[in-house]
């Protein structure tokens, strides 16, 4: 399954200034905000768990939300996506891979998962 979002950099970047950590605490966890030094990383997270949501067929709503899909990065700065536990169990998860990328003031984000 594979799910893919674009958002734009500029649009993630007003909501920070308006709304500073709320606007990351909306569809971030701790951990995440400590990851974001700017808002092209965070639009690219917002990207990333869209299209999460998307390739789950289900989008962000009642069944999937911002916080059930938790974004990392390895020790070579690469990013890695996980699902909460209930999301593994329900759509029946094996695999999750992830990958970001930004240019012209867009953040876009594709994800494919595998199931068991």
């Known amino acids: ?11 993630i970047e007003k909501l920070m200034e308006k709304f500073p950590q709320k606007a990351l605490e ?20 917002w990207a990333a768990k869209e299209a999460a949501s998307k390739a789950l067929g289900c989008g962000i709503g009642k069944t999937c939300g911002f916080h059930d899909i938790i974004i990392s990065k390895t020790k070579k ?9 209930k999301l ?13 990328t930004h240019d012209g003031g867009f953040a ?3 994800v494919i998962l595998s199931k068991k």
Do not use: H
């Not at 700065?77 to 536990?85: S, T």
């Not at 593994?88 to 990958?99: A, E, G, L, R, T």
């Open 1 to 11: 399954m594979i799910g893919i979002d674009i958002v734009s950099i500029q649009r």
């Open 26 to 45: 909306r569809f971030l966890n701790e951990e995440e905000i400590q990851l974001v030094k700017s808002a092209q990383t965070a639009a690219g997270f």
């Open 77 to 85: 700065n690469a990013p890695k996506i996980k699902l909460a536990k």
């Open 88 to 100: 593994k169990k329900k759509f029946n998860i094996k695999k999750i891979s992830v990958s970001i």
């Open 108 to 110: 876009v984000a594709a």
